[in-house]
């Protein structure tokens, strides 16, 4: 706590990239992405910091199936306990956006990836394009609430209301091939099971 207070002392904007990014049980989750999230954020704001950037994941949407049209106002589906400390984080940055006036951007990422003819529609960003939508968002200072998905475009896969070019001007330099030609290879694959639902292997487990 004292270390975390001696951090944010005199900073500006608080970047939170940290936490646990697998489903383990809850105890280790909580700690990590509940406990410590809250605790960062109420430290920042104690030591007067406006702008807050939170990484969430896609796997608050995991569990609509792989076909269904998802944007950034689709309801909530998480497909882990990761999934749900994540969508705790996106209400932990609600409420400091809110409530407190604070400049708050929610990134919801997928995997990163060097090449994304390996990962799945809807999770694969590649890294040049993960890190220029993390500076976009350390740029805004408007306050309130947003929320960005950074997931690489795939031909007719849509994952985004279009915000990122409509509200920021920014676009994805690196795509994704076509999401049915992916989709065919992995239902040929023994664990196509674990692909119907748009979380993969975390929904199947």
């Not at 989750?29 to 950037?53: D, K, M, Q, Y």
């Not at 932990?92 to 994304?116: E, N, P, Q, W």
């Not at 509200?167 to 694959?189: K, L």
Request: glycine share 10%; proline share 5%; charged share 20%.
């Amino acid at each position: 706590m004292l270390l975390l207070r001696r951090a944010c002392r005199g900073a500006q904007t608080l970047l939170h990239l940290g936490g646990v990014s697998r489903d383990e049980m809850w105890g280790s989750l909580i700690a990590a992405n509940v406990t410590g999230t809250a605790t960062c954020f109420e430290e920042a704001r104690a030591a007067g910091i406006t702008r807050i950037v939170f990484a969430s994941s896609l796997h608050v949407l995991g569990m609509h199936p792989r076909h269904a049209s998802i944007d950034e106002n689709s309801p909530p589906a998480p497909d882990s306990r990761y999934g749900v400390t994540k969508l705790f984080g996106e209400g932990l940055c609600r409420l400091f956006a809110d409530k407190y006036g604070l400049s708050v951007t929610v990134i919801r990422i997928g995997h990163a990836v060097a090449d994304l003819t390996k990962a799945a529609p809807g999770q694969g960003i590649s890294h040049a394009d993960l890190a220029r939508v993390v500076l976009l968002a350390l740029a805004r200072d408007t306050p309130g609430f947003a929320m960005l998905h950074a997931v690489a475009p795939h031909d007719g896969y849509p994952l985004s209301d279009g915000r990122l070019a409509a509200n920021f001007g920014f676009t994805f330099a690196d795509h994704g091939p076509s999401a049915q030609a992916i989709f065919d290879r992995m239902d040929s694959e023994p664990d196509a099971a674990n692909r119907h639902f748009r979380g993969g292997d975390f929904a199947a487990h």
